[in-house]
């Protein structure tokens, strides 16, 4: 029953055909993340506004379903969003993934709770949590414009 | 030989996983360990235990004749010339650093080259790579060819007069190939080039004989080998082992301290520096046992029978695709998946107990090469069944099904 938890439909679907795939040109930042014992790679390109808002964002990358399942999601739900707001839903994913905790953030829809809580899977697969993540810590060096990889292996 | 009678020396698989029979195909990661390997690390911490070639009382003499009765236990099973050519380490890894250590020492100088091939674990590149800075040495790889095995020809193409060592594997960890190493000791040795071979996948499974290789070095990981962790074993030839300097200072490994100078210890122990790994040493001793209990020969023959029936069944999966297709081949099935990525495979085949590993086995060089980023691969040890491979192919089934809906 857990591998149907952890393989739903949504992941699947987001697995095989990843939305916002691709590299844009007028990008501001961007960021690597790399999950060095899996091979995950991914790329996160983003286009900030004046207002600090997240005004587009795509991703090159490769990886297992989960982690373009990850991906593809969270730059779904990030369009639009302003710096605090990424933020904030950054941090709630990882509580929620990490943690255990409840989606707290006002700023996503049922719908897109319903997507993210689909990653919840992981929790019970400890190896594969970094799968989820990779993607949302490389957004958050993305957003900082930090030099430098994301590694999973280097966490704290 | 009868592999239920092997098999029930394992205590690991009177344990079940996701409520499974354990299907362990995950040996050239790490071997499972015979009931008589766990046995005798207790007996020797229960009974037996002292530091080793130090003190004079009983249980130090006792266990120091037993850790240097594995020594000799492994000249034999290698057919080395003479016991101090076994030189004990943490692992093969810290053997390829103790001869990339020292040899880059003493020998290289700046535009010299190592030899290597595409098909390397990072543990016999890692090592050589420090000694681009230090040394200012160049590496080179020899290329595979599209089956994924390393030729003759592809070596002797890569040698060039700055040539100054080659370290190769025996068999590649991902494609399986054998790699012909006693012709390429044989080339080297023409060309006056010494040679290293990176035997953490042929030793526990193929019939070795130092003196008929003739190879300077040879690297061999003992956890492979049905053994505990923690320990490698450096084969090198007396004259290198005479030669080279000393890897790590320590106690054990001395002859003399003053304050204006030290001299070193003869073999073994100036290679043995500080407290070793003891117990892993003579628990390595009953692994050797099990190994000749069985006669290499008939492993070999039962792997290699398996390694085709393997094969065989994954080739009529039509959705599996082998990595490499050497003729030589060691007991390892490397494959991916259409669309299905190696961790997922992996993952869906762990809830039926079947254990493989995922990733890029410490091979990145190899997997750039062949355009993957990550295969998934069961491989063999002496206590694979041909139904573990047809549970295998069945669960490889399964991922299809959940990714298919």
Known sequence: MDLKELYQEIILEHGKNPKNLGKFENFNKDAKGNNPLCGDKVHIYLKTDENKKISDIKFEGEGCAITMASTSIMTELMKEKSETEVKELIDDFLNMIKENSELKSKNINEDDKIKLMSLSGVKKYPMRVKCATLPWHTLISAMSNKPGEVNTEKEE | ?405
């Open chain 2, 1 to 405: 030989m009868n592999i239920n009678n092997i098999k029930k020396q394992f205590p690991i698989f009177n344990n079940k996983v996701h409520n499974n029979d354990l299907v362990y195909l995950d040996s050239a990661n790490s071997s499972q360990k015979p009931q008589m390997v766990v046995d005798r690390i207790y007996d020797f911490y229960t009974k037996e235990f002292s530091n080793v070639g130090r003190s004079v009382h009983y249980l130090a003499v006792a266990a120091t004749n037993l850790y240097e009765n594995t020594r000799t236990m492994m000249q034999k099973y290698i057919n080395a010339k003479d016991p101090n050519e076994i030189v004990f380490t943490k692992g093969a890894t810290e053997a390829i650093n103790l001869v990339a250590n020292t040899f880059g020492q003493k020998f290289l100088r700046e535009g010299d080259e190592i030899l290597l091939t595409e098909l390397e674990h990072h543990s016999n590149y890692v090592p050589w790579h420090y000694l681009r800075k230090l040394k200012g040495v160049k590496i080179n790889f020899a290329e595979i060819n599209n089956d994924g095995e390393i030729t003759l020809e592809s070596i002797e193409k890569s040698i060039t007069p700055k040539t100054k060592m080659i370290a190769i594997t025996h068999l590649s960890n991902v494609t399986g190939a054998i790699l012909p190493i006693k012709e390429i000791t044989s080339l080297a040795h023409s060309k006056n080039i010494p040679i290293l071979i990176d035997g953490c996948q042929g030793a526990p499974h193929l019939k070795l004989d130092m003196q008929d290789i003739d190879c300077d070095f040879y690297a061999i990981s003992c956890h492979k080998m049905y053994g505990p962790t923690g320990l490698g074993v450096l084969y090198a030839k007396k004259k290198w082992l005479d030669t080279l300097p000393p890897y790590q200072g320590g106690g054990g490994m001395i002859r003399e301290v003053k304050k204006e100078g030290i001299s070193f210890g003869d073999l073994p122990n100036k290679y043995e520096a500080g407290t070793m790994a003891t117990a892993q040493v003579i628990a390595f001793g009953e692994s050797i046992k099990f190994l000749n209990q069985i006669g290499i020969e008939n492993i070999e023959k039962h792997e290699s029978e398996l390694t085709k029936y393997g094969e065989e069944v994954l080739r009529k999966n039509n959705s599996v695709k082998l990595v490499g297709n050497p003729k030589n081949k060691g007991s390892v099935l490397s494959f991916t998946l259409d669309g299905i990525h190696a961790h997922d495979i992996a993952t869906i085949l762990d809830e039926d107990g079947v254990a493989i590993r995922a990733g890029h086995h410490c091979c990145q060089i190899l997997h750039d090469k062949l355009g993957l980023s990550a295969t998934a691969r069961a491989s063999l040890g002496v206590y694979n069944t041909k139904d573990d491979l047809d549970k295998l192919n069945e669960s490889i089934n399964k991922c299809k099904k959940i990714f298919d809906r």
